[in-house]
């Protein structure tokens, strides 16, 4: 049997959508720039690691004075200076041929005391190359890959990183805008901070509040080790207790305070997690959860911040989630309203955002 056609098929090809060229040129120009700032936190990541910002924050000096300075090669040291200044981050005067760091930079590139202290950062970007091909192939098979994975530079540096923020807004600011806390932590309560890593934020409040007792917890055996070490020379160790423990699995209380720094998301069961705490917590005691700042939808998170944050979270967060029971992926971009239905679940009320910061989101929870 045979068909006969009586239309003639006519087949359509769509034209090439034109090219702007100006757009083109634009976006490549960007992306050059986004190159140049990869290479600019590679230098960073040396200088840091060497001593060289620091030293190069003191006074303008040559490149032949800051390697004699630093007991450092001098031909490499010109080329990580040249560098830097090509790229606007450090200052150089062709007449005397010195380099220089404005001491507004230095805020946040050599001072680690310093609440704009970013340098560390350059650490955890380093860490996440260093992971990049492992995390590809998570990509392919949609397993996790632990925090615990990656290379040690990730772990001193997110401690270097979160710390001048801790330092600058947890006592004076974030812990007032909870009712009644910051005058029972006076008095003398017990505190738990889950997910401490190298016990940061467990040393500056028990800094701060010496009638208080404080514990720190972290399934990473090496960081718990650090935590020790940095509480013995704080001189808090008598007041801090730290142990290997995952957030699951935490005891002990009742506790007047139960505190999360940026962790929670990074959990594969971050609902159980809660949940647990909220066992442990005293019926009059409050949870304190410390988020990076997100806005609810994709849409409002288009901007810098939440572009590191997403990047991070692709390479850190979401694979660390993922390698864990649950493996739920709340992601460093959660956003106050899906972190309010996690803390909802595991059975807290009264959950509400106290403040914000720049960088952060501070969530109050109660039983």
């Not at 040396?46 to 060289?52: A, K, P, R």
């Not at 030293?55 to 001098?74: G, H, N």
Request: charged content about 20%; overall charge negative.
């Amino acid at each position: 049997m045979t068909t006969e056609i009586s239309e003639v098929e006519v087949e359509v090809t769509a034209e090439a959508t034109p090219i702007d060229m100006a757009k083109v040129e634009a976006f490549a120009g960007r992306v050059i720039g986004d190159l140049a700032a990869t290479g600019a936190q590679a230098l960073v990541y040396v200088g840091d690691q060497l001593g060289l910002l620091a030293a190069l924050a003191e006074a303008p000096v040559t490149s032949d004075e800051l390697a004699e300075k630093t007991a450092l090669d001098a031909r490499y040291v010109r080329e990580w200076l040249s560098g830097l200044a090509a790229h606007g981050y450090i200052d150089y005067e062709a007449a005397t041929k010195k380099f220089s760091m404005p001491p507004e930079h230095a805020a946040v590139l050599a001072d680690d005391t310093s609440p704009a202290f970013m340098a560390a950062a350059a650490s955890v970007t380093r860490s996440m190359y260093h992971s990049a091909d492992d995390i590809a192939e998570a990509f392919r098979t949609g397993d996790g890959f632990g925090w615990h994975q990656h290379h040690q530079c990730l772990f001193r540096g997110t401690e270097r990183f979160f710390r001048p923020g801790y330092k600058t807004f947890l006592i004076d600011d974030w812990l007032h805008k909870l009712d009644g806390v910051v005058e029972k932590l006076e008095r003398g309560a017990k505190v738990l901070d889950v997910g401490c890593g190298h016990g940061a934020s467990t040393i500056i409040l028990a800094k701060a509040f010496p009638n208080s007792e404080f514990y720190g917890v972290d399934y990473h055996v090496d960081s718990i080790a650090a935590a020790e070490q940095a509480a013995m020379e704080a001189g808090v160790d008598g007041r801090t207790h730290f142990s290997v423990c995952t957030a699951k699995d935490i005891a002990g209380g009742p506790y007047d305070l139960i505190c999360y720094f940026d962790c929670l998301h990074d959990m594969g069961d971050p609902v159980g997690a809660a949940r647990q705490a909220r066992n442990c917590l005293a019926k009059d005691g409050k949870l304190l959860l410390v988020e990076p700042m997100a806005k609810d939808a994709l849409e409002d998170n288009m901007n810098p911040l939440s572009a590191l944050f997403y990047a991070g979270s692709t390479f850190l967060c979401t694979p660390c989630s993922k390698s864990q029971e649950v493996g739920l992926a709340l992601g460093a971009q959660a956003g106050p309203k899906r972190l309010s239905e996690v803390l909802n679940q595991a059975g807290f009320s009264g959950v509400r955002v106290a403040t914000e910061s720049m960088a952060n989101l501070i969530i109050e929870a109660k039983i």
